[in-house]
Structure formats: structure tokens, C-alpha cells
């Protein structure tokens, strides 16, 4: 099993070590830093539905794009976040998972993993908006395992990129979302009474940031 | 590494002594197969480390993708409070087959606790918040699936045969098999 810390990479206010962390494919751009706006984007949710990101504007958004649909890490992955839906909820911020299969596989995975959040189809041209955010992995024609955390206002708050076999968990989301406040802005003085004191203080990419200072690099 | 939050507690099922070297807590799904191969493993590890080691299980179930973990993990709650959480524990993972809620009263009136107290418990999610407490901590302590591990509160990332899972604990130990 890989080890998580040693080859998770991340974009706080740093930028990204360029140098390969991982036997799997990673992305060969960076990925969108903490700090740009989102760029916008409209994509298949259902074989006759679309969305789009400037529906969300106002709250925050969780972006998860993933390899595939149907594969084991990220069946886990998607059955642990929905599991963890109603905590996003909290914090009023919306769960979106993004991967190049279509809005029809999306729909019978959905079905059959009981899921809660939607699925874009990244499909035609596929990839196109994985691209735009630095995910897309050619050698795999498909994107990496990376999330976005994007404010009320529709910029990265937190970017993060994880091998294509590892499971990134849903701590680095949690964290993001209590830097931004109730409300998706950013937190200019505490959150609401509730939240764990730890995630208080600092920058919203003040945890990224330090995962970035991967064990070998020191 | 990511550290395991909070920290074990009186709150916490134990077994083995609080002063033991080496904790090992698991987050675990009674209904994930995974958890149930770990299962064997952990108890020939209690058996090899005796004294040394204390072990504890945390709630982590994937309601969504297993119909009967909420329940399953409920019922071994409730059985916790009649003082029977590792006869009910062993007895699910023993049986993961057959977890529905009657089989979960009938593994409890083995225990012998009234069955009623359990299917009581169950209807009324009694100890449901308990449970998602469980495994929020998961969550924040960075458990992506079951079963995972800590060690010492350190997250343990290796296989969970009982070769490579009894190493970590060796190392922790610092090489002392039994006492």
C-alpha cells in the first residue's frame, strides 16, 4: 500500500514540487492554486440534465474529480464522501464529482452505489474541464484523483492532488471547508461555536500547505 | 502521518490493559469483508501479544454501499451497555453473513441479553449518534475505508496480514513478543 503522506501532493499557497511522486500517473500540469477563480464550467449531470458551476454561486463547492466510474479506489472514495454528505451539508457547501464517462454509466453507478451528490459527465471533448483545472492525465485519458475547494464567490480556496490509487480521504475537505466559514466566505473571525478550535487559526490553506512538505523533502 | 482523534478514552471499547505499550485501534465496518478478514488477524495478535497489547474497535460503517452495518454496529453498541460489546462484536463478525436484525437479537440472547433490549434499541437509533461519532473521528483522523488501523495513534498504512500487521506492533512493542 502507498504510503499517504510521503506522495500526497497539494496546492496551497504554494506552488506544487514539480517532480514525480508516484509509479501511477499524475497529472502533467499543475493544478489550479488555491486562490484563482474557478473557471466556469456546464456538463452533463443526467443523460437530459445539465449544470453548471454558477449554479453554486453563493455557496461553497467541493469539485472531486476522479479516474473513473465502476473503479475500486473510487467506489471508496465516493461511498466514504457520501457517507459524509450531511457534514458538507453543514457548511452549506455542495458535493460535485467529475470524471470523463458519460452522463449514462454516471447514472447507473449513481443507482448503483446509492449515491447522493451528482456526477458530471466530462465527456465530449473529453476532459475538456479537467484540463482547464490542471487534473487530466493523458498517458491515462483520464483525470487524477484531485479535489477542489471553491468559496461562496467561486474561488480555490484548496487544491489537492492524490496518486491515482490512493484514497484521499475527507479530512483535507473538512478542514477547507471550517477555513471558510458557515457561510463559504472567508472565516474573518471564528466560526460558529461547534467547530473543533484546531481548524480555527490561519490561512484557509494553512494545512495544505504544510502536506506539501512531503517526509523526503525535508 | 495522520493521528488518530481524539485520542483512546474511557468511552472507547477496550480490550486489554490501558497500560499496555502497544494500542492498536481499528475503524471498522461490521459488514465489510475486509473487516472480516481482518478479523482472525487481530485476534492471533491479541493471543500472540497478551498483556502488551490493548485493541480497540471503532465504528466506521459504509451505510450507503452496507444495508446492515448501521444496524449491526448499533446492536453492539447496545450490547456494550449490558457489558457484552466483544461477545456481540465476535459473534457479527463470526456471522457476517447473517446480520439482519433478527439475527442481531439472536446473537444477543446468545450473549444473554433480552433480545427486546437490542430490537428496543435498533427501532429507536438509540445508539445511531454514538455510531456517527464513531466515525466522524474516522474521518477526521483521515480513514478513507475499512479496515484501518492505528497504532500507538499513528496511522498505520501497511497490509493487515498478521505477518505485516504484527511487525508495526513488534516495532512498537520495542521486540518484546509476550511478556
Known amino acids: ?218 | 502521518m495522520s493521528r488518530l482523534t481524539p485520542p483512546p478514552s474511557a468511552r472507547d471499547h477496550a480490550h486489554g490493559p490501558a497500560d499496555a505499550p502497544v494500542t492498536l485501534v481499528e475503524y471498522g465496518d461490521y459488514e465489510c469483508p475486509y473487516c472480516g478478514a481482518a478479523y482472525p488477524v487481530v485476534k492471533a495478535l491479541q493471543h500472540r501479544f497478551g498483556n502488551r497489547l490493548r485493541f480497540i474497535f471503532r465504528n466506521f460503517p459504509l451505510t450507503q454501499v452496507h444495508p446492515h452495518a448501521a444496524h449491526a454496529a448499533e446492536a453492539a453498541e447496545a450490547a456494550a451497555d449490558a457489558g457484552k460489546f466483544w461477545e456481540m462484536h465476535d459473534a457479527i463478525f463470526e456471522h457476517q453473513g447473517a446480520i439482519t436484525d433478527h439475527d442481531l437479537a439472536g446473537y444477543a440472547a446468545h450473549a444473554g441479553i433480552d433480545p427486546a433490549v437490542i430490537t428496543g434499541a435498533l427501532a429507536a437509533h438509540t445508539y445511531a449518534p454514538r455510531v456517527r461519532e464513531d466515525f466522524m473521528s474516522g474521518v477526521r483522523s483521515g480513514v478513507s475505508g475499512t479496515p484501518s488501523f492505528f497504532i500507538n495513534g499513528q496511522k498505520y498504512d501497511g497490509g493487515y496480514d498478521a505477518g505485516s500487521l504484527g511487525e508495526a506492533i513488534l516495532a512498537a512493542t520495542g521486540g518484546q513478543n509476550r511478556e
Not at chain 1, 509509479?23 to 453548471?52: C, H, I, M, R, W
Not at chain 1, 458535493?95 to 443507482?111: E, N, P, Q, R
Not at chain 1, 479537467?130 to 464567490?153: C, H, I, Q
Open chain 1, 1 to 218: 500500500m502507498a504510503t499517504r503522506k510521503s506522495v500526497r501532493r497539494a496546492s496551497g499557497t504554494k506552488k506544487p514540487k514539480a517532480r514525480s511522486v508516484s509509479k501511477e500517473p499524475v497529472a502533467t500540469q499543475y493544478l489550479l492554486p488555491a486562490g484563482t477563480k474557478a473557471p466556469d464550467f456546464t456538463l452533463k449531470s443526467a443523460p437530459d440534465q445539465s449544470l453548471s458551476l454558477s449554479d453554486f454561486r453563493g455557496r461553497p463547492v467541493i469539485l472531486a474529480f476522479y479516474p473513473a466510474d465502476w473503479s475500486p479506489t473510487c467506489g471508496d472514495q465516493l461511498a466514504l464522501y457520501n457517507e459524509v454528505l450531511p457534514e458538507f451539508q453543514r457548511y452549506n457547501a455542495e458535493l460535485i464529482g467529475i470524471s470523463v464517462d458519460g452522463a449514462w454509466c454516471h447514472a447507473a453507478y449513481t443507482k448503483a452505489r446509492n449515491l447522493h451528490f451528482p456526477l458530471l459527465a466530462d465527456f465530449e471533448p473529453k476532459g475538456a474541464v479537467a484540463k482547464t483545472y490542471g487534473t487530466y492525465t493523458p498517458s491515462a485519458g483520464m483525470s487524477g484523483r484531485a479535489l477542489f475547494v471553491l468559496d461562496g464567490k467561486g474561488t480555490i480556496r484548496w487544491s489537492y492532488l492524490s496518486p491515482m490509487d490512493v484514497n484521499p480521504g475527507a479530512d483535507g475537505i473538512l478542514a477547507a471547508l471550517e477555513s471558510l466559514g458557515r457561510d463559504g466566505r472567508p472565516a474573518t473571525q471564528p466560526p460558529a461555536a461547534g467547530a473543533p478550535a484546531k481548524h480555527r487559526a490561519g490561512a484557509p490553506s494553512a494545512r495544505p500547505a504544510a502536506r506539501t512538505e512531503a517526509p523526503e523533502a525535508r
